[in-house]
């Protein structure tokens, strides 16, 4: 099951429950329109990204039918996961400065205790985009995972068009969001 999975996730190790996420500037970026279109042809076309449903921490249906249109970026994660936990705050900014713009974050917690602990997580922290728990549909319907945090972002069409693996500076992720938002 999702506790086996973990078992070999690199990059990441238990983590107190006190420790707050690290702090990663964020970086303004604007695009000229020409530059922007150029950009977003930079961006190959993965594959499609799969249809997934799920409950969010406070008990709604989310799913990517309804995320159509919208740029999404999808973040496989963990309370306990060093790296994953020092994106946290570049993405609270993204979804603040992009938000209206279309963008649309959604953390998926591999952790394997249940909602609760993600729910006092997101309310420390201060996590203001949606939050799902995984299930091994989900984690298989997006190829497995190799480790964590990996991150997919999809664009308005509903196609993959970068993966990460591994944490990233927000200033440099932010770039490659911007791609597909302008």
């Not at 190790?13 to 420790?19: R, V």
């Not at 799920?54 to 709604?60: A, N, P, Q, S, V």
């Not at 919208?70 to 060093?82: G, H, L, Y």
């Given at each position: 099951m999702?506790s086996?999975?973990l078992v070999?996730?690199?990059?990441c190790?238990?983590?107190?429950e006190t420790e707050?996420?690290a702090?990663?500037?964020?970086?303004e970026?604007?695009?000229?329109?020409?530059?922007?279109?150029?950009?977003?042809?930079?961006?190959?076309?993965?594959?499609?990204?799969?249809?997934?449903?799920?409950?969010d921490?406070?008990?709604?249906?989310v799913?990517s039918?309804?995320?159509?249109g919208?740029?999404?970026?999808?973040?496989?994660?963990?309370t306990?996961c060093?790296?994953?936990?020092e994106?946290?705050?570049?993405?609270?900014?993204?979804?603040?400065k992009?938000?209206?713009?279309?963008?649309v974050?959604?953390?998926?917690?591999?952790?394997?205790?249940?909602?609760?602990?993600?729910?006092?997580?997101?309310?420390?922290?201060?996590?203001?985009?949606?939050?799902?728990m995984?299930?091994?549909d989900?984690?298989?319907?997006?190829?497995g995972?190799?480790?964590?945090?990996?991150?997919?972002?999809?664009?308005?069409e509903?196609?993959?068009?970068?993966?990460k693996?591994?944490?990233?500076?927000?200033a440099?992720?932010?770039?490659?969001?911007?791609?597909l938002?302008?």
């Amino acid at each position: 099951m999702l506790s086996v999975l973990l078992v070999g996730l690199a990059g990441c190790k238990p983590h107190t429950e006190t420790e707050a996420p690290a702090e990663t500037p964020a970086k303004e970026t604007a695009m000229a329109p020409d530059t922007a279109q150029k950009a977003k042809s930079s961006l190959p076309i993965i594959d499609v990204a799969p249809t997934w449903s799920l409950t969010d921490i406070e008990g709604k249906s989310v799913g990517s039918e309804a995320l159509k249109g919208k740029v999404v970026v999808v973040d496989f994660w963990a309370t306990w996961c060093a790296p994953c936990r020092e994106e946290i705050p570049g993405y609270i900014e993204m979804q603040k400065k992009y938000g209206k713009d279309g963008l649309v974050i959604v953390g998926v917690s591999v952790d394997t205790g249940g909602p609760a602990k993600v729910v006092d997580f997101a309310k420390k922290f201060g996590v203001n985009y949606t939050l799902v728990m995984a299930d091994n549909d989900m984690v298989q319907a997006f190829g497995g995972l190799n480790a964590i945090p990996t991150t997919f972002l999809i664009d308005r069409e509903g196609n993959i068009r970068d993966v990460k693996i591994g944490s990233m500076p927000t200033a440099v992720y932010e770039k490659t969001v911007l791609k597909l938002l302008n």
